[in-house]
């Protein structure tokens, strides 16, 4: 049994990784500062770990969470390009600030290694397709230039104390309890949730962009083999997090379409500003160094997330008389 700490921890990414950690067996502490995540994403789980509510910047908080923990995984972030554009202060705030923040604590209270939520939008717009590790970065959006940030001060604690650090980058992470609500929340829970209330979805542009979604579990079998990968392998690294597969917004409404059963159609809208055009990850390095492979398909993924999301929506006596007629 390890003892662990996940920043972000009531978020949709931080709240899985927690149930998966309690799973498997290991202490969690958890930190949120509720700013993007949710107390209901943890209520279930909060009396088998130790909560705290505080902010990243806080630095006597974050000193106290880190004391004594073996492993870290950082999932604290304002995920959301758009949002970064308009509050770019805001974003380097909470994705960059909060980051060196936690990496000095880690380094002083000695844990043996981070595991980081980095991000596919470092690659930008670069023409080649698929992403490798190796191609050199180009951020668009200030949420990318924050994340990568990140992911050199990742390394450089390796490289300057010796911390151990693995910088995961994700790839349209998708799937159960991610925010639908916000004008900023990932295009498939707001697709998803749209669709089962009969709302028009909007495609901002012409719906040819392209994305590697990738199904929730994959990611934290990811952060979970980033613990127990050997350091030569993965100390200081940075290794895409995907589904190895890209599809675009126009086809992804196709699908959603059939599996939901919507009968109506979508709108299009102008592009949205520091959006990348396509997403697709080579996954040959986190497969070799990390033992990373997917386990769930996009069409799974999807068909698991809109069932969860149905599941939420039914009202209570429909949803016990749709489980009574099963018996
Ligand atoms: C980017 C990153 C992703 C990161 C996320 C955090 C890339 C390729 N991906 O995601 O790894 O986790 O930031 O926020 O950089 N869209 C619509 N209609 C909607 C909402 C979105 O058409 O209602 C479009 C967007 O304009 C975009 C695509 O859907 O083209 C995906 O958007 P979104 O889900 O917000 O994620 P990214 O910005 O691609």
Redesign the pocket.
């Known amino acids: 049994m390890a003892s662990c700490l996940i920043t972000g921890v009531a978020g949709f990414i931080g709240s899985s990784l927690a149930r998966a950690a309690l799973a498997a067996g290991n202490e969690v502490r958890g930190i949120d500062n509720f700013a993007t995540g949710k107390r209901e994403n943890i209520a279930e789980i909060c009396g088998r770990m130790h909560f705290r509510e505080a902010d990243l910047l806080d630095v006597d908080a974050v000193r106290t969470a880190c004391a004594g923990v073996d492993y870290v995984f950082h999932q604290a972030a304002i995920?959301?390009?758009?949002k970064s554009v308009l509050d770019p202060l805001g974003s380097n705030r909470a994705n960059l600030d909060a980051t060196v923040n936690l990496l000095i604590a880690a380094r002083d209270a000695k844990v043996k290694r981070v595991v980081y939520a980095a991000?596919?939008?470092a690659?930008?717009d670069t023409p080649t397709l698929p992403k490798h590790e190796a191609m050199p970065p180009n951020p668009i959006?200030p949420?990318?230039v924050a994340k990568l940030a990140s992911e050199h001060y990742m390394t450089s604690f390796y490289r300057c104390y010796g911390l151990e650090t693995v910088s995961l980058?994700?790839?349209?992470?998708f799937g159960p309890r991610q925010d639908p609500n916000s004008p900023?929340?990932?295009?498939?829970a707001?697709?998803i949730t749209q669709m089962l209330k009969g709302e028009q979805?909007?495609?901002?542009?012409d719906?040819t962009?392209s994305?590697d979604f990738t199904y929730i579990d994959n990611v934290v079998s990811a952060n979970l083999l980033a613990t127990t990968a050997p350091s030569a392998a993965v100390a200081g690294q940075v290794l895409n997090v995907a589904t190895g597969t890209r599809v675009n917004?126009n086809e992804t409404f196709r699908i959603l379409k059939k599996i939901i059963g919507f009968r109506g159609d979508v709108k299009y809208a102008p592009?949205?500003a520091g959006?990348?055009k396509h997403?697709l990850a080579d996954l040959a390095r986190s497969e070799e160094q990390l033992g990373y492979k997917p386990l769930v398909s996009f069409e799974e993924g999807l068909q698991r997330t809109v069932d969860w999301y149905r599941a939420q929506t039914l009202p209570q006596e429909s949803a016990l008389s749709s489980a009574d007629s099963r018996h």
């Open positions: 995920p959301s390009v758009p991000s596919s939008s690659y930008g959006s949420y990318a980058r994700y790839f349209n992470i900023y929340s990932g295009v498939l707001r697709f979805p909007t495609i901002y542009g719906g962009q994305r917004l592009e949205r959006d990348v997403s």
